[in-house]
Protein backbone atom coordinates (compact mmCIF):
# COMPACT_ATOMS: atom_id res chain seq x y z
CA UNK A 1 0.00 0.00 0.00
CA UNK A 2 1.34 3.29 -0.79
CA UNK A 3 1.79 6.45 1.91
CA UNK A 4 0.79 9.93 0.79
CA UNK A 5 3.19 12.47 2.28
CA UNK A 6 2.21 16.21 2.82
CA UNK A 7 4.35 19.02 1.24
CA UNK A 8 4.11 22.23 3.53
CA UNK A 9 5.59 25.40 2.30
CA UNK A 10 6.45 28.36 2.81
CA UNK A 11 7.69 31.47 0.17
CA UNK A 12 9.51 34.13 -0.14
CA UNK A 13 9.30 34.54 3.34
CA UNK A 14 10.79 38.90 3.53
CA UNK A 15 13.33 38.87 6.42
CA UNK A 16 15.64 41.84 7.62
CA UNK A 17 19.25 40.23 8.52
CA UNK A 18 22.80 41.23 9.75
CA UNK A 19 24.49 39.08 6.92
CA UNK A 20 27.70 39.00 4.70
CA UNK A 21 31.58 39.20 4.44
CA UNK A 22 31.63 42.56 2.62
CA UNK A 23 32.25 45.74 4.12
CA UNK A 24 28.86 47.09 2.27
CA UNK A 25 27.18 44.28 3.50
CA UNK A 26 28.24 44.91 7.33
CA UNK A 27 27.03 48.66 7.34
CA UNK A 28 23.42 47.34 8.49
CA UNK A 29 20.55 44.81 7.59
CA UNK A 30 20.03 43.32 4.32
CA UNK A 31 16.98 41.82 2.78
CA UNK A 32 16.81 37.89 2.62
CA UNK A 33 14.22 36.01 1.03
CA UNK A 34 13.68 32.28 2.32
CA UNK A 35 11.76 29.72 0.90
CA UNK A 36 11.47 26.40 3.01
CA UNK A 37 9.53 22.90 2.02
CA UNK A 38 8.77 20.63 4.51
CA UNK A 39 7.60 17.03 3.75
CA UNK A 40 5.76 14.88 6.33
CA UNK A 41 3.79 11.38 6.15
CA UNK A 42 0.10 11.99 5.86
CA UNK A 43 -0.43 9.51 8.11
CA UNK A 44 1.30 11.81 11.02
CA UNK A 45 -1.08 14.23 10.75
CA UNK A 46 -4.32 12.95 11.63
CA UNK A 47 -7.83 13.59 10.16
CA UNK A 48 -9.60 15.70 13.08
CA UNK A 49 -8.43 19.00 10.95
CA UNK A 50 -6.70 20.13 14.17
CA UNK A 51 -3.64 22.72 14.06
CA UNK A 52 -1.85 20.72 16.89
CA UNK A 53 -1.11 17.90 13.86
CA UNK A 54 1.03 19.72 11.66
CA UNK A 55 3.69 21.97 11.46
CA UNK A 56 2.13 25.59 12.25
CA UNK A 57 3.05 27.83 9.37
CA UNK A 58 3.51 30.78 12.52
CA UNK A 59 6.14 28.38 14.36
CA UNK A 60 8.01 28.36 11.03
CA UNK A 61 7.86 32.60 10.65
CA UNK A 62 8.61 32.99 14.31
CA UNK A 63 11.52 30.79 14.75
CA UNK A 64 13.05 32.23 11.65
CA UNK A 65 12.20 35.76 12.96
CA UNK A 66 13.54 34.84 16.16
CA UNK A 67 17.08 33.59 14.71
CA UNK A 68 17.31 36.32 12.31
CA UNK A 69 17.27 38.81 14.93
CA UNK A 70 19.42 37.18 17.71
CA UNK A 71 22.43 37.27 16.08
CA UNK A 72 24.78 38.31 13.02
CA UNK A 73 25.64 35.80 10.30
CA UNK A 74 28.76 35.80 8.32
CA UNK A 75 27.27 33.45 5.35
CA UNK A 76 24.17 32.40 4.11
CA UNK A 77 25.31 28.93 4.74
CA UNK A 78 24.98 29.16 8.20
CA UNK A 79 22.19 30.77 8.51
CA UNK A 80 20.19 28.25 5.72
CA UNK A 81 21.85 25.25 8.36
CA UNK A 82 20.28 27.03 11.31
CA UNK A 83 17.00 27.31 9.97
CA UNK A 84 17.19 23.56 8.75
CA UNK A 85 18.13 22.63 12.38
CA UNK A 86 15.43 24.29 14.00
CA UNK A 87 12.59 22.54 11.58
CA UNK A 88 14.11 19.01 11.36
CA UNK A 89 13.69 18.23 15.06
CA UNK A 90 9.94 18.90 14.60
CA UNK A 91 7.88 15.43 15.09
CA UNK A 92 6.77 14.01 11.51
CA UNK A 93 9.12 16.02 9.21
CA UNK A 94 10.64 13.38 7.07
CA UNK A 95 12.37 15.79 4.64
CA UNK A 96 13.35 19.61 4.62
CA UNK A 97 14.53 22.25 1.89
CA UNK A 98 15.70 25.67 2.37
CA UNK A 99 16.57 28.19 0.44
CA UNK A 100 18.13 31.68 1.18
CA UNK A 101 18.72 34.37 -1.67
CA UNK A 102 20.27 37.79 -1.13
CA UNK A 103 18.03 39.66 -3.84
CA UNK A 104 20.19 43.19 -3.80
CA UNK A 105 23.83 42.42 -2.84
CA UNK A 106 24.41 42.64 -6.67
CA UNK A 107 23.39 44.87 -9.72
CA UNK A 108 23.98 42.11 -12.13
CA UNK A 109 21.88 39.54 -10.86
CA UNK A 110 18.68 38.67 -9.45
CA UNK A 111 19.92 37.27 -6.35
CA UNK A 112 22.63 35.20 -5.11
CA UNK A 113 21.88 32.29 -2.72
CA UNK A 114 22.31 28.61 -0.56
CA UNK A 115 19.96 25.28 -0.45
CA UNK A 116 20.18 22.74 1.75
CA UNK A 117 18.15 19.51 1.82
CA UNK A 118 17.56 16.91 4.99
CA UNK A 119 16.05 13.90 4.57
CA UNK A 120 15.58 11.95 7.89
Known amino acids: MGRINTKLFLEDYEVDVNIGIHDFEKKGPQRILINIEIVILEEDIGND ?66 EMEYNA
Open 49 to 114: DAISNVLDYDFLRIEISKLTTARRFNLQETLCRSILDIIKNQPSVKKVIVRTKKPDVYPDCKGVGV
